[in-house]
Protein backbone atom coordinates (compact mmCIF):
# COMPACT_ATOMS: atom_id res chain seq x y z
CA UNK A 1 0.00 0.00 0.00
CA UNK A 2 1.30 3.43 -1.35
CA UNK A 3 2.05 5.49 1.93
CA UNK A 4 1.88 8.73 0.26
CA UNK A 5 -1.14 8.31 -2.29
CA UNK A 6 -0.93 11.14 -4.88
CA UNK A 7 -3.00 14.20 -4.83
CA UNK A 8 -6.01 14.28 -7.05
CA UNK A 9 -5.41 17.06 -9.51
CA UNK A 10 -7.93 19.42 -10.79
CA UNK A 11 -5.91 20.07 -13.72
CA UNK A 12 -4.28 18.37 -16.81
CA UNK A 13 -0.56 19.45 -17.89
CA UNK A 14 -1.58 20.67 -21.72
CA UNK A 15 1.59 22.36 -22.87
CA UNK A 16 -0.40 23.93 -25.83
CA UNK A 17 1.37 26.24 -28.11
CA UNK A 18 3.97 28.11 -26.26
CA UNK A 19 4.71 31.48 -29.16
CA UNK A 20 8.08 32.79 -29.53
CA UNK A 21 6.76 36.15 -28.17
CA UNK A 22 5.11 33.93 -25.14
CA UNK A 23 8.50 32.50 -24.76
CA UNK A 24 10.98 35.58 -24.74
CA UNK A 25 7.87 36.94 -22.38
CA UNK A 26 8.75 33.98 -19.99
CA UNK A 27 12.39 33.95 -19.89
CA UNK A 28 12.83 37.94 -19.73
CA UNK A 29 9.94 38.60 -16.97
CA UNK A 30 9.58 35.83 -14.65
CA UNK A 31 12.59 37.20 -12.91
CA UNK A 32 10.64 40.13 -12.75
CA UNK A 33 6.80 38.77 -11.87
CA UNK A 34 7.21 35.52 -11.12
CA UNK A 35 7.28 33.93 -7.40
CA UNK A 36 8.49 30.58 -7.02
CA UNK A 37 6.39 28.55 -5.01
CA UNK A 38 7.92 27.87 -1.53
CA UNK A 39 6.15 25.69 1.38
CA UNK A 40 6.09 28.89 3.73
CA UNK A 41 3.78 32.00 4.53
CA UNK A 42 4.77 34.98 1.48
CA UNK A 43 4.33 38.29 2.85
CA UNK A 44 2.51 39.94 0.55
CA UNK A 45 3.33 43.94 0.40
CA UNK A 46 6.68 42.53 0.02
CA UNK A 47 6.43 40.46 -2.81
CA UNK A 48 4.25 43.96 -4.28
CA UNK A 49 6.24 46.38 -2.55
CA UNK A 50 3.70 48.10 -1.44
CA UNK A 51 0.78 47.81 0.97
CA UNK A 52 -2.73 47.34 -1.14
CA UNK A 53 -5.81 45.25 -1.05
CA UNK A 54 -4.23 41.57 -2.40
CA UNK A 55 -6.75 39.51 -4.73
CA UNK A 56 -6.41 35.98 -5.69
CA UNK A 57 -6.68 34.85 -9.29
CA UNK A 58 -6.49 30.79 -10.00
CA UNK A 59 -6.15 29.86 -13.02
CA UNK A 60 -6.04 32.62 -15.20
CA UNK A 61 -5.67 30.92 -18.69
CA UNK A 62 -4.08 33.36 -21.22
CA UNK A 63 -4.59 36.15 -18.66
CA UNK A 64 -6.82 38.43 -20.83
CA UNK A 65 -9.04 38.80 -17.81
CA UNK A 66 -6.19 39.37 -15.86
CA UNK A 67 -4.31 42.06 -17.21
CA UNK A 68 -7.55 43.68 -18.06
CA UNK A 69 -9.14 43.78 -14.61
CA UNK A 70 -5.37 44.63 -13.28
CA UNK A 71 -5.13 47.72 -15.07
CA UNK A 72 -9.11 48.61 -14.35
CA UNK A 73 -7.82 48.90 -10.95
CA UNK A 74 -4.42 50.18 -10.60
CA UNK A 75 -4.95 50.44 -6.93
CA UNK A 76 -5.08 46.41 -6.26
CA UNK A 77 -2.49 43.94 -6.51
CA UNK A 78 -3.23 40.65 -8.63
CA UNK A 79 -1.68 37.23 -7.70
CA UNK A 80 -1.88 34.99 -10.11
CA UNK A 81 -1.63 31.20 -10.23
CA UNK A 82 -1.61 29.05 -13.24
CA UNK A 83 0.09 25.74 -14.38
CA UNK A 84 0.18 26.19 -17.94
CA UNK A 85 3.24 27.94 -19.07
CA UNK A 86 2.07 29.29 -22.58
CA UNK A 87 -0.70 31.09 -20.12
CA UNK A 88 2.15 32.59 -18.16
CA UNK A 89 3.95 33.65 -20.84
CA UNK A 90 1.10 35.31 -22.68
CA UNK A 91 -0.01 36.99 -19.40
CA UNK A 92 3.72 38.15 -18.79
CA UNK A 93 4.21 39.54 -22.19
CA UNK A 94 0.48 41.57 -21.68
CA UNK A 95 1.98 42.90 -18.44
CA UNK A 96 4.89 44.58 -20.18
CA UNK A 97 2.89 45.68 -23.12
CA UNK A 98 0.46 47.51 -20.86
CA UNK A 99 3.25 48.53 -18.83
CA UNK A 100 1.26 46.98 -15.54
CA UNK A 101 2.66 46.57 -12.27
CA UNK A 102 0.22 45.12 -9.63
CA UNK A 103 0.57 41.41 -10.85
CA UNK A 104 2.67 39.19 -9.73
CA UNK A 105 2.71 35.31 -10.81
CA UNK A 106 3.15 32.16 -9.66
CA UNK A 107 3.16 29.09 -11.55
CA UNK A 108 2.16 26.04 -9.63
CA UNK A 109 -0.94 23.80 -8.10
CA UNK A 110 -3.24 26.36 -6.65
CA UNK A 111 -4.36 24.14 -3.77
CA UNK A 112 -0.20 23.71 -2.53
CA UNK A 113 0.03 27.89 -2.98
CA UNK A 114 -2.94 28.28 -1.06
CA UNK A 115 -2.26 26.10 1.86
CA UNK A 116 1.39 26.73 1.94
CA UNK A 117 2.09 30.29 0.93
CA UNK A 118 -1.14 32.80 1.71
CA UNK A 119 -1.23 34.02 5.11
CA UNK A 120 -4.61 33.77 6.59
CA UNK A 121 -6.77 36.33 6.87
CA UNK A 122 -4.56 38.41 4.54
CA UNK A 123 -6.86 38.65 1.35
CA UNK A 124 -9.46 41.06 0.04
CA UNK A 125 -10.31 38.67 -2.79
CA UNK A 126 -10.18 35.51 -5.09
CA UNK A 127 -11.14 34.82 -8.35
CA UNK A 128 -12.00 31.41 -10.00
CA UNK A 129 -13.15 32.10 -13.65
CA UNK A 130 -14.14 29.27 -15.44
CA UNK A 131 -12.55 26.39 -13.44
CA UNK A 132 -12.26 23.09 -15.31
CA UNK A 133 -16.11 21.65 -15.12
CA UNK A 134 -15.41 17.93 -15.60
CA UNK A 135 -18.18 17.07 -16.99
CA UNK A 136 -18.09 13.73 -16.42
CA UNK A 137 -19.14 12.11 -13.44
CA UNK A 138 -16.59 9.96 -12.65
CA UNK A 139 -14.34 13.00 -12.62
CA UNK A 140 -16.08 15.12 -10.54
CA UNK A 141 -13.78 14.28 -7.98
CA UNK A 142 -11.35 16.78 -10.13
CA UNK A 143 -12.96 19.57 -9.86
CA UNK A 144 -11.55 22.70 -7.77
CA UNK A 145 -13.81 24.19 -6.07
CA UNK A 146 -14.92 21.44 -3.19
CA UNK A 147 -15.94 21.66 0.22
CA UNK A 148 -12.47 21.24 1.59
CA UNK A 149 -10.73 23.81 -0.95
CA UNK A 150 -13.31 26.39 -0.15
CA UNK A 151 -13.27 26.42 3.73
CA UNK A 152 -9.52 26.90 2.76
CA UNK A 153 -9.93 29.74 0.65
CA UNK A 154 -12.33 31.22 3.16
CA UNK A 155 -9.79 31.24 5.76
CA UNK A 156 -7.52 33.35 4.07
CA UNK A 157 -10.32 35.71 3.25
CA UNK A 158 -9.95 38.81 5.45
CA UNK A 159 -13.45 39.70 6.50
CA UNK A 160 -15.37 41.80 4.36
CA UNK A 161 -13.46 39.68 1.67
CA UNK A 162 -14.82 38.09 -1.47
CA UNK A 163 -15.11 34.70 -3.67
CA UNK A 164 -16.41 35.39 -7.16
CA UNK A 165 -16.79 32.39 -9.36
CA UNK A 166 -17.61 32.04 -12.50
CA UNK A 167 -18.65 29.26 -15.02
CA UNK A 168 -20.53 28.12 -18.23
CA UNK A 169 -21.33 24.73 -16.96
CA UNK A 170 -25.21 24.65 -15.63
CA UNK A 171 -24.23 21.82 -13.19
CA UNK A 172 -21.34 22.63 -11.95
CA UNK A 173 -22.77 26.40 -11.51
CA UNK A 174 -25.32 25.13 -9.34
CA UNK A 175 -22.48 22.68 -7.64
CA UNK A 176 -20.50 25.13 -6.59
CA UNK A 177 -23.45 27.73 -5.49
CA UNK A 178 -24.35 24.91 -3.31
CA UNK A 179 -20.97 24.06 -1.98
CA UNK A 180 -20.52 27.73 -1.27
CA UNK A 181 -23.77 27.94 0.55
CA UNK A 182 -22.23 25.09 2.73
CA UNK A 183 -19.45 27.04 4.19
CA UNK A 184 -20.43 28.86 7.12
CA UNK A 185 -17.88 31.54 7.52
CA UNK A 186 -19.08 32.60 4.15
CA UNK A 187 -22.41 34.38 3.12
CA UNK A 188 -24.06 34.93 -0.41
CA UNK A 189 -24.17 38.20 -1.76
CA UNK A 190 -27.14 38.07 -3.75
CA UNK A 191 -30.30 35.52 -3.33
CA UNK A 192 -28.43 32.85 -5.92
CA UNK A 193 -26.26 33.36 -8.56
CA UNK A 194 -25.22 37.24 -9.13
CA UNK A 195 -25.37 39.21 -12.30
CA UNK A 196 -22.16 39.74 -13.93
CA UNK A 197 -20.24 42.68 -12.24
CA UNK A 198 -18.94 44.80 -14.20
CA UNK A 199 -15.72 44.01 -12.67
CA UNK A 200 -15.61 40.93 -14.29
CA UNK A 201 -15.23 41.46 -18.02
CA UNK A 202 -16.40 39.20 -20.70
CA UNK A 203 -13.82 37.41 -22.96
CA UNK A 204 -13.88 37.23 -26.23
CA UNK A 205 -14.97 32.66 -25.76
CA UNK A 206 -17.49 33.47 -23.34
CA UNK A 207 -19.20 36.54 -25.90
CA UNK A 208 -19.05 33.65 -28.73
CA UNK A 209 -20.60 31.38 -26.30
CA UNK A 210 -23.44 33.72 -25.28
CA UNK A 211 -23.70 34.70 -29.17
CA UNK A 212 -24.65 30.76 -29.45
CA UNK A 213 -26.91 30.86 -26.76
CA UNK A 214 -24.28 29.10 -23.97
CA UNK A 215 -25.06 30.32 -20.14
CA UNK A 216 -22.39 32.06 -18.04
CA UNK A 217 -23.10 31.84 -14.25
CA UNK A 218 -21.51 33.86 -11.39
CA UNK A 219 -21.21 33.39 -7.85
CA UNK A 220 -19.98 36.07 -5.07
CA UNK A 221 -20.03 35.19 -1.62
CA UNK A 222 -18.51 37.03 1.13
CA UNK A 223 -16.55 36.51 4.36
CA UNK A 224 -18.30 37.21 7.47
CA UNK A 225 -17.33 39.02 10.35
CA UNK A 226 -15.60 37.00 12.71
Not at 129 to 148: E, G, I, N, V, Y
Amino acid sequence: MNAHPRPIRSFVLRQGRFSPGQHRAYDELMPRFGIAFAPSPLDLDAAFGRPAPKILEIGFGMGETTARIAAESPGNDYLGVEVHTPGVGALLKRLQEQALTNVRVVQHDAVEVVREMIPDDSLAGIHVFFPDPWPKKRHHKRRLLQPAFIQLLASRLAPGGYLHAATDWQEYAEHILATLSNEPSLANRHPGFAERPGSRPQTKFEQRGLRLGHGTWDIVFEKKPK
